[in-house]
C-alpha cells in the first residue's frame, strides 16, 4: 500500500480517515485520486466542498469527509500549512481521535504512542486470553494500557504497523493462520482454543429499516433536485423529490396523498416505476424505489430544489443507492 513507511503526515491522516469504515481494497483508490487532485494539504484547502464531496462519493459517513475538509483548513489557516507534529495537538484537529492522533504522531513524528485498532485489540485479546468486552470503558482502557505496555519505544512508528498488519494478515477475525503464527505457542486462546470467542464485544447496534421513495419529477427537460442538509445520513449529498414512509408503500403512486399535496391542483403523471433497491449502512438497512413522474407545469413547492438537465447529474454527488439507479441504462432511458 502507498501509504506504507509514509513519512508525510498529510497522506497519513488522508489515508487514515479514508479507512476508517472502509475495506483497503475499495480504500485504495479513493486515496490514490485525492493524492492526485490534492497532492498537498494546501490543494485540499483550497477546493471547493462540492469537488471534494465529489472524489468521496461512494465511501459514504460523510461527515469524514466534512472533518477533512474542516481540518485541512484549520491547519493551512492556523498552523501556516504545516501539520501539528504532537499527539496532543493532533488529537485537537476535527474528525481525529486517540488511534488516529496515535498513528500520525508515531508513522510521522516517531512519537511514542501505541495505535490501538481493531486488528490490535484482537491480537491482545487473542494473546493474553482477555475476555473483557473491548467496546466498554474498563475494555478500552485496558487495551489500550496493555498496547502501551507492549510499545516498542524506541521504533513506535514500525512496531505499531507491526501489530496492525500482524491482526489483519495472521491473526485475522475469520479464518487466523494460526497453524503459521510465530506468536502459537504462547497464545493463550490458542492454549484453550478460545480463538472464535475473543474477543469480546458487549454491544451489537440496534439496526433499523427505513423506506426512501423518490419522485424524479422532470418539467421541460430538467429534473429536480436538492442538497441533503439535515443532520442524518447523506448529509450534503443530493437527492430527488424524497418521501420517506415508515412502511413499504400499498398504495398506487398517481394516488398517493404526498403527490396529491405537492402538486396541488397541478397536474402530473407518473410514467415509470423502477425496481426496490437496497442499501446496508452500519446501522441501517435502506430501501429505495424511485418513481419518475411528469410535470405540466414548475412544480412550485419545490423552493428548496434547483433545476438540472440528466447531463449534469454527473457533477453532483448522490448516495450510492441513488447512483446505482443512475447507473442502469434503463433508469436513465425511462427519465425522459
Not at 155 to 176: E, L, R, T
Not at 216 to 238: A, F, G, M, S
Not at 244 to 252: D, F, M, N, T, W
Amino acid at each position: 500500500m502507498p501509504w506504507k513507511g509514509e513519512k508525510d503526515p498529510y497522506k497519513i491522516w488522508l489515508s487514515e480517515i479514508i479507512l476508517q469504515q472502509t475495506r483497503v481494497e475499495q480504500g485504495l483508490a479513493y486515496y490514490e485520486r485525492f493524492i492526485e487532485a490534492f497532492p498537498t494539504i494546501q490543494h485540499l484547502a483550497k477546493a471547493p466542498e462540492k469537488k471534494v464531496f465529489k472524489l468521496w462519493e461512494g465511501l459514504g459517513y460523510y461527515t469524514r469527509c466534512r472533518n477533512l475538509i474542516a481540518t485541512a483548513q484549520k491547519v493551512v489557516h492556523d498552523y501556516k500549512g504545516k501539520f501539528p507534529s504532537t499527539y496532543d495537538e493532533i488529537k485537537e484537529l476535527k474528525g481525529i481521535g486517540p488511534y488516529t492522533a496515535a498513528a500520525i504522531s508515531s508513522f510521522a513524528f516517531n512519537e511514542p504512542k501505541a495505535v490501538v485498532d481493531g486488528n490490535v485489540q484482537r491480537v491482545i485479546a487473542r494473546y493474553f486470553g482477555i475476555s473483557t468486552p473491548i467496546d466498554t470503558t474498563s475494555g478500552k482502557k485496558m487495551y489500550q494500557e496493555l498496547a502501551t505496555a507492549l510499545l516498542d519505544t524506541e521504533q513506535p512508528g514500525i512496531y505499531n504497523q507491526a501489530i496492525m498488519d500482524f491482526g489483519a494478515v495472521i491473526c485475522k477475525p475469520q479464518n487466523p493462520l494460526c497453524t503459521v503464527c510465530p506468536q502459537q505457542s504462547d497464545c493463550e486462546a490458542f492454549k484453550h482454543n478460545l480463538i472464535k470467542q475473543l474477543p469480546v464485544k458487549e454491544k451489537s447496534l440496534a439496526k433499523k429499516e427505513r423506506w426512501f421513495y423518490y419522485f424524479v419529477i422532470h418539467y421541460q427537460n430538467k429534473l429536480y433536485i436538492r442538497q441533503r442538509t439535515e443532520k442524518d445520513i447523506w448529509q450534503d449529498l443530493h437527492e430527488f423529490v424524497l418521501h420517506e414512509a415508515s412502511s413499504p408503500v400499498q398504495e398506487i403512486f398517481q394516488e398517493l396523498p404526498f403527490l396529491k399535496k405537492l402538486f396541488g391542483k397541478q397536474s402530473y403523471s407518473v410514467t415509470h416505476i423502477s425496481k426496490v433497491y437496497h442499501q446496508q449502512l452500519t446501522h441501517q438497512l435502506i430501501h429505495g424505489q424511485f418513481v419518475t413522474v411528469t410535470a405540466l407545469k414548475p412544480v412550485t413547492a419545490l423552493k428548496d430544489f434547483i433545476q438540472v438537465d440528466k447531463k449534469q447529474l454527473k457533477k453532483y454527488a448522490f448516495p450510492r443507492l441513488i447512483n446505482t439507479f443512475l447507473e442502469e441504462k434503463s433508469s436513465l432511458a425511462q427519465l425522459f
